[in-house]
């Protein structure tokens, strides 16, 4: 384990569950951002190289607010209110982790367009964002090998700002998720259904350990395992289908589901 590190074990442990149900590992969508704003962590904020460099890796490791907020209060506290440069790229991780959700690959600023391209593309999801009053005569749709979306950016505009509204708007044009549930397998065909829509906490006996199951805002995740690893701690919350988690020495597996028939 120490001399892979823990994110390719989770790559590798993930790999192996689904060999051996039969399945593919999914790739999810990463996407890149390229856009004309000034993001970076200057020297005089951040002296040494080596802190810039850990720093830019977990900048670029954002997945969501609170891990941006995590980022932030450690700055603050280590070097200071962080100049605008940083705070852009900040910015530019969470619009990556944003598009990246809602199946955008590629964010580049060209003049003053501003161009999505779309790895998941949905007509109906396109539509419902193009017919938007505030996007009429701004917001253009290119079908084609690698379609995109163009918004058009007017004298002033920030980038960041619209661009973070654009995918915030097409995220809530998405199709209705079907209900999860999480499927728990304790192994020699013994299993429970646990539902996401209601917050609660699952405590399980298994031999040596005590499992710890979380269920809160339509996730799950191990919490507090008495494993010897904790490598389970590290598959965070799962909230999409298909999604899973194992507590290997325990031997409980965690596979999210919907319940759609």
């Known amino acids: 384990l120490l001399s892979v590190g823990y994110d390719m074990y989770l790559k590798l442990l993930e790999e192996a569950v689904l060999e051996e149900r039969g399945e593919k590992p999914e790739r999810p969508t990463e996407c890149a ?32 607010e609170a891990d941006a907020d995590d980022v932030m209060d450690e700055l603050i506290d280590r070097y200071g209110d962080p100049p605008r440069t940083v705070n852009n790229l900040i910015s530019v991780a969470l619009l990556r982790a944003d598009a990246a959700r809602n199946g955008i690959s590629q964010i580049d600023q060209k003049g003053a367009n501003l161009n999505f391209y779309l790895d998941q593309f949905d007509l109906q999801r396109v539509s419902a964002l193009c017919g938007l009053e505030k996007y009429r005569s701004r917001l253009l749709f290119s079908a084609g ?117």
């Open 145 to 261: 090998e690698r379609p995109y979306l163009a918004l058009r950016l007017k004298k002033g505009e920030d980038a960041l700002k619209f661009g973070r509204k654009l995918v915030e708007d097409y995220a809530e044009n998405a199709p209705k998720a079907e209900p999860l549930v999480a499927v728990v397998d304790f192994g020699d065909g013994i299993t429970e259904t646990i539902p996401l829509d209601e917050d609660h906490d699952y405590l399980y006996d298994v031999g040596d350990y005590i499992v710890h199951l979380q269920v809160k805002d339509g996730a799950i995740a191990f919490l507090d395992s008495q494993c010897p690893d904790h490598v389970c701690e590290q598959f965070g919350w799962l909230d999409k289908d298909g999604a899973w988690a194992a507590c290997v020495p325990a031997g409980v597996y965690v596979v999210v589901e919907t319940t759609a028939e």
């Open 33 to 64: 951002a390229d856009l004309s704003v000034a993001a970076s962590i200057p020297d005089r904020y951040v002296p040494s190289p080596e802190q810039r460099m850990d720093l830019y890796r977990r900048i670029a490791a954002i997945r969501s």
